[in-house]
């Protein structure tokens, strides 16, 4: 079947079509993705910027109600979108449930909030005047989601902008336009007026530049790699528009002498090694304390032998496949690099062969890593984690500031004293004591500092900062 994109509130066919592959059965095709080209990215930028003054002006009560059915029939159909997710992108099953169920709650929690929109009324300094501020949409945002999170980012994107009356021009990552396409198709059908809300599917190299580069989008929202979000962040605000950036991170995991072993365990081996590790957030850098570090070090890997790496859909698969080949070469390659600059491998490393063709390899973990290593320092995006030994706390959380990213970290400990020292001193936006790094509610702000994030936080009330604009009125009274 081909799936073309929604342009003006029309299913436009492209010029082209992408072949949407599952990883873990590259015989299955899932179908084929119609490829937008300039010209009709240019066709759904006019249809936003046409639709945007009556959106804009569009009752809470009306935004509120397409959000609400919307998020009502994402969380009706788990289970079906939750196998197609986990069908074109790896994860496993229940990953895949757990991600969809997420994105209905998103729509439905910006269905509450759409009716909540705040503004302020204050007293002036000169007397007789009265001052009202107010939170007006920003206008067409330009939105490109990454492959990794195929509806819930998408979702967390899409509904607090059409919630505060902006328009949408969205272009997901064309390894996973399944998604995508879905949550296009249930916006559709929930009622989301011709033009408020487009599709674009197609190579970065044309529907993303288009959308970056044209006058008409007062806002990009960009969720990828650190030097694509780098050209946009460049391109976009040399013309004005709004930029919000998510971009990565390499988190780390504190694992301190007076931690609950078999807790530090379980909650690295979540936030290293779960989704495949094809997460932003993932703990892919384990800074362990001195007295604790052998013990861990065979705990873990102990625990990562026993993970069942298999087909995503397949019960009691533990870890689905590599999102594409692609990614696989990228990961071996950086088991190699591990490996010569001296790190020790405990455990993983291979690709694998299952009953059917896919981009499979077995979890890693490397033991003795130093933090200047390359598997320490560059973002992997795989299920690969290198653990580094700490002589003191200090120590520990100087070697977690010390990196390029700042999205998430966190910490293991009994320790109420470090625990609260940690959470004030580590350089991110996220800290999680306890917890997996990875793994974060739908309802508080999301982001990070440093190379991690540029603009404001996603999620939440916060997503308020950027799909809006503020407006100052002045009345004066006397007249």
Known sequence: MTYANLIAGEWVQGTDASRNINPSDTNDVIGEYDRASAAQVDDAIAAARKAFPAWARTTVQQRSDILDKAGTEILARREELGNLLAREEGKTLAEGMGEVGRAGQIFKFFAGE??????????????????????????????????????????WKIAPALAYGNCVVMKPAELVPGSAWALADILHRAGVPAGVFNLVMGRGSVVGAALVKDARIDGISFTGSVPTGRGILAEAASRGAKVQLEMGGKNPMVVLNDADLELAVRVSLDGAFFSTG??????????????????????????????????????????????????????????????????????????????????????????????????????????????????????????????????????????????????????????????????VDYHVPFGGRKGSSYGPREQGRYAAEFYTQVKTAYVNQAL
Not at 367 to 380: D, F, K, L, P, Q
């Open 114 to 155: 759409v009716l909540r929109i705040q503004g302020e009324r204050l007293g002036s300094v000169r007397p007789g005047v009265d001052i009202e501020i107010t939170r007006e949409p920003l206008g067409v945002i330009g939105m490109i989601t990454p492959w990794n999170f195929p509806i819930a980012i998408p979702a």
């Open 278 to 439: 094809q997460r932003c957030t993932a703990s892919s850098r384990l800074i362990v304390e001195d007295g604790i570090y052998d013990k861990f070090v065979a705990s873990l890997a102990e625990a990562v032998g026993k993970l069942v790496v298999d087909d995503a859909r397949k019960a009691g698969t533990n870890i689905g496949p590599v999102v594409d080949q692609s990614q696989l070469d990228q990961n071996l390659k950086y088991v190699d690099i591990g490996r010569q600059d001296g790190a020790k491998l405990v455990v993983g490393g291979e690709r694998l062969e299952r009953g059917t063709p896919g981009f499979y390899m077995a979890p890693v973990v490397f033991a003795e890593a130093s933090n200047e290593m390359r598997i320490s320092r560059e973002e992997i995006f795989g299920p690969v984690a290198s653990v580094i030994r700490a002589k003191t706390y200090d120590e520990a959380l100087a070697l977690a500031n010390d990196t390029q990213f700042g999205l998430c970290a966190g910490i293991c400990t009994t320790s109420l004293k470090h625990a609260a020292h940690f959470r004030r001193n580590i350089e991110t936006g996220m800290v999680m004591v306890n917890l997996p790094t990875a793994g």
